[in-house]
């Protein structure tokens, strides 16, 4: 069964202190794993697709780095702004229609 | 572009009560979602529609029916709510093309009493 498990559940910086957050998965093949962040009583939205081990994004502050297991975000020199919940999710090869999210990684950054 | 749009953003219902909710698209996307969002328990899927006239089941589909309307709309209907239904409900849609990514709607917030 497809499974993604994301950790810490929550965590929290300072500004400036960098860290990683980290998404460990199971898929019967990959089709995709994507980064979401999330702010208070909105929607998720967007940040990266990852497609196979070895593959990099960057975004502003933010990096996503790929694994055949996991998949870590990783967060340099944040900022308060840079506070939400970061989502990770995967999309397999056989039902590949269906989206498997984890639960979360909630981030706080403090001035 | 609005994106994708949800109707109504908050709903309190008493047990036993029926309600749509619903979610349009404006940017030309096959796939469509709905997802329900619960503490601790992240996203999961209820149901999707991978393009117009289709529907299929997703993780957690017990108590809820779909409506592709067409291509742009996508209703959730809840029969008979229950409180175990109290949630927050998004509606999502995608590409077929390019990296499939999903875009989000801003979400109804269910309590069911």
């Known amino acids: 069964e497809d499974q993604v498990t994301q950790s810490p559940e929550a965590l929290r910086l300072q500004e400036g202190e960098s860290s990683s957050l980290n998404c460990s998965y199971t898929?019967?093949?990959?089709?995709?794993l994507f980064w979401y962040r999330q702010d208070p009583g909105k929607g998720p939205e967007f940040l990266f697709t990852?497609?196979?081990a070895g593959e990099e994004k960057e975004k502003e502050r933010l990096k996503a780095t790929l694994t055949k297991k996991e998949s870590f975000l990783h967060i340099t020199a944040p900022k308060p702004e840079d506070s939400a919940t970061y989502l990770c999710a995967v999309r397999g090869l056989y039902n590949f229609n269906k989206f498997y999210f984890g639960s979360g990684t909630k981030l706080n950054v403090k001035p | 572009n609005a994106g994708v749009t949800q109707t109504p953003k908050f709903q309190v219902l008493k047990t036993g009560q029926s309600m749509t909710l619903q979610c349009a698209q404006d940017?030309?996307?096959?796939?469509m979602y709905w997802y329900r969002q619960d503490p601790g328990m992240g996203l999961r899927l209820i149901y999707y529609?991978?393009?117009?006239?289709?529907?299929d089941k997703g993780e957690v589909p017990n108590g809820y029916n779909v409506s592709r309307l067409n291509k742009r709309e996508f209703s959730l209907r809840l029969e008979s709510a229950a409180p175990s239904q109290t949630s927050v409900y998004f509606c999502?849609?995608?590409?077929?093309?390019?990296?499939?990514?999903?875009?989000f709607g801003p979400g109804t917030r269910l309590t069911v009493l």
């Open positions: 999502a849609s995608s590409s077929d093309r390019g990296g499939h990514e999903q875009f």
């Open positions: 898929v019967s093949g990959l089709r995709g």
């Open positions: 529609s991978a393009s117009e006239g289709t529907t």
């Open positions: 940017m030309n996307h096959n796939s």
């Open positions: 990852l497609y196979s």
